[in-house]
């Protein structure tokens, strides 16, 4: 048992969270914060919603609200959101909370006190047409690094190189395309490049960190860092601390990174144990985890490790950065403006049963490279994987232990070769799952669910109980609960990806969940003397014919998601209507 920090990527709340959202931060983070606290780990999972900057002023202005007014509204709409989803957050907080306020400022303070903060003349982008300051993010033009001709003002999507806005060839206004003026300001900066050493130091000798997360961090840190701008000419933020800096506010990216810590604290305080946080973030023990996308590499692998260095104040740094490739909408970038790809909303609207979506954007989950959301393997997954596979071998096993057995489980008699490997198929699909669930490799820790209940189908098939049952009944037992025993580990395995229909399934095989499912070493140790089940009952279920019908012609799927965003559409609040 060990004490872990289990943390999501802070979602921007200029819109409803999408598929790709999901699948990069939160529904991980969850899966993983779940499994954790499965094996009998303490797991505080945190996370937020990230409120600050130009786009949300922009957003609200739009649509004549003020900042506060637009950002209350969507926070308490996607906090609905992750419930409808059963995502399990200790303290899902937001930008805006003045815990947080107050620990950013704090914090940069040390850091400024301790000479990593110094003031520099900033070229900023100013544009005449809208007479407005630019960030970084609202200059647009060509990386000169990669030539991609679509980079923005602080990071190229396509290379993943930290940029300055006027750094970029042939730079425009992302608002009105005409070309910015750059006008001199005095800004406050982050002296990244006093903390290479530091950096390179602690990458190299990380043993956790994934290839894709290591090997660009150490690239980035090894081709020179330079000192990053932390504040912006903005309204909408969190107030510079620093004397002198008048109404400038903390650079968004720097104010979100130190949200994990603020939120952590936040829970602290508010379940009346204000002085344990520290002590866990101190603690060189604890473990902390951290599940973003991968164009969020740079900004926890880098700025907020030399962040935590630079404060000085012996923060643990991260031990665990799961950062997923992209993850496609029928081969296509996900895009708010052109409606392309399915928000986490209209899903369930689609269709309603969450653990089916859980099951299946796991299953999905862009590990090693780009994948693509596609409607007829998502079909797949529920239909044939989860009902046929998984569900049809568990319910069938579970009615024959009730019929031959009268609930009552078996025990493990005379056994065969058949009998044997299969129990030595368990064991190894088991600690397959374990080892990659621990390093956050959910989507291959789920090919060992489905090889499981394939062999489980095979086996059974094989054994045929249901005409050995008169001429042996003890290899029927022996079958049934080896069976049993596969589909329970099924079912454990299932427990932090589906957790609704896990815990029916573990109820209906006899295993109480109520104060929450602990599994040590293995599923086995779950099965006590004299273990009975309760009457089965069919848990999967496929996609209704006509649904799948529509979802897999383009012109029927087009009108269902159409009427799906039109229905949600009209129960978000303002901020967030497309």
């Known amino acids: 048992m060990g004490n872990w920090i289990v943390t999501s990527a802070w979602p921007y709340v200029n819109g409803v969270p999408h598929l790709g959202t999901l699948v990069g931060s939160v529904l991980s983070a969850d899966v993983f914060a779940r499994y954790l606290r499965m094996r009998g780990?303490?797991?505080?999972?945190?996370?937020?919603?990230?409120?600050?900057?130009?786009?949300?002023?922009?957003?609200?202005?739009?649509?004549?609200?003020?900042?506060?007014?637009?950002?209350?509204?969507?926070?308490?709409?996607?906090?609905?959101?992750?419930?409808?989803?059963?995502?399990?957050?200790?303290?899902?907080?937001?930008?805006?909370?003045?815990?947080?306020?107050?620990?950013?400022?704090?914090?940069?303070?040390?850091?400024?006190?301790?000479?990593?903060?110094?003031?520099?003349?900033?070229?900023?982008?100013?544009?005449p047409q809208d007479k407005q300051y630019l960030p970084d993010r609202f200059v647009s033009g060509t990386c000169p690094y990669c030539g991609y001709d679509d980079a923005r003002g602080d990071q190229c999507d396509r290379c993943g190189r930290i940029l300055d806005a006027d750094a970029l060839v042939n730079p425009a206004c992302a608002f009105c395309g005409s070309r910015p003026v750059f006008l001199v300001r005095k800004h406050w900066f982050f002296r990244l490049d006093k903390l290479s050493g530091d950096l390179l130091e602690w990458l190299a000798n990380h043993r956790l960190l994934r290839d894709n997360v290591k090997s660009f961090s150490l690239s980035w840190v090894r081709s020179g860092l330079e000192p990053r701008s932390l504040t912006r000419d903005t309204r909408w933020g969190i107030e510079a601390p620093f004397e002198g800096a008048g109404d400038r506010t903390i650079y968004v990216w720097f104010d979100a990174l130190l949200g994990y810590i603020s939120a952590t604290k936040e829970y602290f305080v508010r379940t009346g144990n204000p002085d344990l946080w520290e002590a866990l973030w101190t603690d060189p023990k604890t473990m902390t985890a951290y599940f973003i996308g991968k164009d969020n590499i740079p900004f926890h692998a880098i700025i907020l490790p030399a962040l935590i260095i630079a404060s000085g104040r012996g923060y643990k740094l991260p031990d665990l950065i799961s950062a997923t490739e992209y993850l496609l909408y029928e081969g296509e970038k996900f895009s708010k403006s052109r409606r392309v790809g399915v928000w986490a909303d209209e899903a369930l609207e689609i269709v309603g049963e969450v653990d089916y979506w859980r099951y299946a954007l796991m299953r999905m989950r862009p590990e090693d490279r780009d994948a693509s959301f596609k409607w007829s393997e998502f079909v797949r997954m529920v239909n044939s994987e989860l009902n046929d596979d998984i569900g049809n071998f568990i319910h069938r096993t579970l009615t024959l232990i009730w019929r031959y057995f009268d609930g009552a489980v078996p025990g493990l008699g005379r056994v065969d070769d058949t009998d044997l490997e299969v129990l030595r198929a368990l064991e190894k699909h088991w600690s397959l799952y374990t080892q990659y669930m621990d390093r956050a490799e959910i989507r291959q820790a789920t090919d060992s669910i489905v090889e499981l209940a394939r062999l489980g189908n095979q086996?059974?098939?094989?054994?045929?109980?249901?005409?050995?049952?008169?001429?042996?009944?003890?290899?029927?037992?022996?079958?049934?609960?080896?069976?049993?025993?596969?589909?329970?580990?099924?079912?454990?395995?299932?427990?932090?990806?589906?957790?609704?229909?896990?815990?029916?399934?573990?109820?209906?095989?006899?295993?109480?969940?109520?104060?929450?499912?602990?599994?040590r070493d293995s599923p086995v140790e779950l099965i006590r003397d004299g273990h009975r089940i309760r009457e089965p009952r069919v848990v999967f279920s496929k996609i209704p014919r006509e649904v799948v019908s529509a979802l897999l012609d383009p012109e029927k799927r087009e009108k269902l998601l159409r009427n799906a965003r039109e229905k949600v559409n009209a129960l978000r609040p303002e901020a967030l209507r497309f």
């Open 459 to 519: 086996y059974i098939t094989k054994k045929a109980p249901w005409f050995r049952v008169r001429e042996d009944v003890e290899d029927v037992k022996t079958t049934l609960h080896i069976c049993f025993r596969l589909g329970l580990t099924i079912a454990v395995m299932l427990y932090p990806i589906t957790p609704k229909s896990a815990e029916t399934l573990l109820k209906t095989m006899g295993v109480e969940t109520d104060g929450g499912l602990v599994v």
């Open 41 to 127: 780990n303490r797991v505080v999972f945190v996370s937020g919603s990230d409120e600050h900057g130009t786009v949300i002023e922009i957003e609200a202005r739009r649509r004549g609200l003020e900042p506060r007014s637009f950002t209350d509204q969507a926070h308490e709409y996607i906090l609905r959101v992750w419930n409808m989803w059963n995502i399990s957050f200790d303290n899902y907080t937001r930008t805006e909370s003045e815990v947080h306020r107050d620990f950013v400022r704090s914090f940069l303070l040390d850091v400024e006190k301790r000479g990593y903060i110094e003031t520099r003349e900033q070229l900023v982008a100013w544009c």
